[in-house]
């Protein structure tokens, strides 16, 4: 169960990474790289930004919980 959470625990770090670096910042960021630079500042952000702002808070959540679980996983153990 351990190695299990361990495997996940990395695996949603590096999503993170990448959703993280994948964001419109200030500079455009590396989102326009692949195409998130075309929408216009009219409306907001865009429906890409918005859906990318969604999986990125849910990796969060399953990122945090993992830390949690494994947390009480090795204090029980």
Not at 6 to 23: N, Q
Not at 24 to 42: A, T
């Amino acid at each position: 169960m351990i190695i299990a959470f361990d495997i996940l625990l990395v695996v949603t770090s590096l999503l993170l990474i990448v959703m993280v670096l994948l964001h419109k910042g200030r500079g455009g960021g590396m989102s326009d790289m692949f195409g998130g630079g075309v929408s216009s500042g009219l409306g907001g952000s865009s429906v890409a930004e918005k859906n990318l702002d969604r999986i990125t808070v849910g990796v969060a959540v399953i990122w945090f919980a993992c830390v949690v679980a494994l947390g009480l996983l090795l204090k029980i153990s």
